[in-house]
């Protein structure tokens, strides 16, 4: 099928400052894409390209197979959610979710009808004839969703819709946008600055920085095979550790030496004979960081090391050790036996290890 | 011990008498204060309330302060529709209605072009917006004695001089930078992201003034329309110098009633002309004054 939404090389520049550089990016229908990336990435700036609200200085962009680069807002068939809900402060909830079908001149027996369908279908029917500012920040968040759903476009967009909300109803509507994506099969485009929200949301992330796609990829391909250092490091919580250290070839291993807080370093085996520079930086997940014993395989290599600090979180406890001179997180399950300032035998999973450059920060494996 | 714990309740309660009485006591001397400069200010307006209900007679012989023996509307009546402008004696009458045909359409239109342009410059950025923005704000502190002669010619070369809409023609002009400050100051504190979204609703630019801009902006309609309507009702200068015979506005008619009689002074007469003067302004702000100060705090008050 042809994408839903497809751009090529996007540049957007305010005066002579770059924005976005060279943007390639193509959702097939039904995909949940999500950018994500720290603020001034120009995520929203992207978001609001797609939508039309800002004019693109280079590049093509098209809907639905249609070129749309220069084509206004309300004829690009798409529906936003804006972080702030951008409610219509003095109309009543209905009139906010119909005032879009009015502007279009559709008939008042469709727009009754699909009001009626669409506060069902978000449970808002008893706010209909309530203003904005009598509505919690989470019935302000439904009706923003029922002026975009009532639209029934070919792409839906969404602001960090979230970010104002408290932590609970974050995770409650998190999971309604998902179950909403999933019974609508629509195709969505959705900026968020935070990575839980783009693994758990989406089909496809695009991480971005400085206005440039640093990887695209599923939200597996991003985790377990990061493209380079800024990926590794923001994908993730607590964040991919990354370790200094040195390698060798030995016979159809590499070797990995990997400097200790107590003096001798340590050596892990990986049985694959790659091609590495001598500095590399090994990214390991802290899930990938086991206790002796609770991890097997071919892969898994086994090394003492010094317990720096223990943090236990409910469900899993932390452990944190120096390592090539950097803090190493693992995580370990709840009823580990660890100490501070004891050693521990860890279990180091190279099935899962990632390769850097320590100086261009790209991957090696 | 057991002393101490009796007679320390005793004592603050006394304490507390004492301290209420000083409250009570700074209380009053507010008002006292308050009212005599309520008093000050009421004074003149005292004077000249009484002032027009009394006979020239009465006048001539009593005091300045005292109330009328006799009430009398013959002043109002003669204000309003006797009293000699110069050679002609048709009182007020006619150049109230002057006032009212170049005050009502200026202020609308005054009004509802800074509301547009305040909608423009908030919200519609384009290349030099603030640049403009500038220079009408620069626009709201010329002196209007500099611009007499250069808009006596424009007025001349439109074919509006000495005529009422020329004068409505200059009071929308000089209203303008005003009117665009007050209302993009507050549709600034609109959120930008309003107007995108009924942009991708598919409202168009008026769409999303009338339907969304226009009805946030009761408080700052009201501001301006007081601020435009005190302005234009009590202007004298260019009422006095784009104006002909006929034409003129009540305040001109008010100078030249008190300045152009000859022999005896009629005071209750200028009395009377001067607060029929004044009574629309002063209807407007009783009218509309809650909405005054709600408004001009609107702007600053909203996050």
Known sequence: ????????????????????????????????????????????????????????????????????????PKDRDIAMVFQSYALYPTMS????????MKVRGEDAATQEAKLKEVAAQLQIEQLLNRRPGQLSGGQRQRVAMGRALVRDPKLFLFDEPLSNLDAKLRVEMRSEIKKLHQTLGASMVYVTH?????????????????GVIQQIGTPAEIY??????????????????????????????????????????????????????????????PEDIAESGFRAGADVQE????VDMVEPAGADTYVTSYLGGKQVTARLHAETSAQAGQPLSLAFDLGKVSYFSPSTGERLN | MTDTSMSSPAHSTSKGTGANLSKIA??????????????????????MLTTSLKSLEEIRTGSLMALPREVTFDAWATAWSGACTGIQCEGLRPYFWNSVLIAIPAVALSTLLGALNGYVIAHWKFKGA????????????????VVLLPMARVLGLMGLAGSIPGLIFVHVIYGLGFTTLFFRNYYVTIPAELTKAAKVDGASFLRIFRSIFLPLSLPIIVVTVIWQFTQIWNDFLFGVSFSQAGTQPITVALNNIVNSTTGVKEYNVDMAAAIIAGLPTLFVYVVAGKYFIRGLTAGSVKG
């Open chain 2, 130 to 145: 603030n640049l403009i923005f500038s220079l009408m704000l620069f626009g709201c502190f010329i002196p209007f004695q």
């Open chain 1, 194 to 210: 935070d990575q839980i929200e783009a693994m758990t949301l989406a089909t496809k992330i695009v991480v971005m920085k400085g």
């Open chain 1, 93 to 100: 909830v209905a009139k906010n979710i119909t005032f879009g």
């Open chain 2, 26 to 47: 700074l209380r009053w001397g507010l008002y006292l204060i308050l009212g005599l400069f309520a008093l000050y200010y009421l004074m003149p307006l005292f004077v």
């Open chain 1, 1 to 72: 099928m042809a994408p839903i939404l497809d751009i090529k090389n996007l540049y957007k520049s305010y005066g002579p400052v770059e924005i976005l550089k060279d943007i390639n990016v193509s959702i097939e229908p039904g995909d949940f894409l999500v950018l994500v990336g720290p603020s001034g990435c120009g995520k929203s700036t992207l978001l609001n390209c797609i939508a039309g609200l800002e004019p693109i200085t280079g590049g093509t962009l098209s809907i639905g197979g249609n070129d749309m680069t220069h084509v206004s």
């Open chain 1, 303 to 306: 090394a003492e090391c010094l």
């Open chain 1, 224 to 285: 377990n095979t990061p493209a380079n250092l800024f990926v590794a490091d923001f994908m993730g919580s607590p964040a991919m550790n990354l370790i200094p250290a040195k390698t060798r070839k030995a016979g159809a291993d590499t070797v990995l030496d990997i400097a200790r807080a107590d003096g001798a370093s340590m050596q892990l085996r990986d049985h694959r004979a790659l091609d590495l520079p001598a500095d590399v930086l090994v990214g390991l997940r």
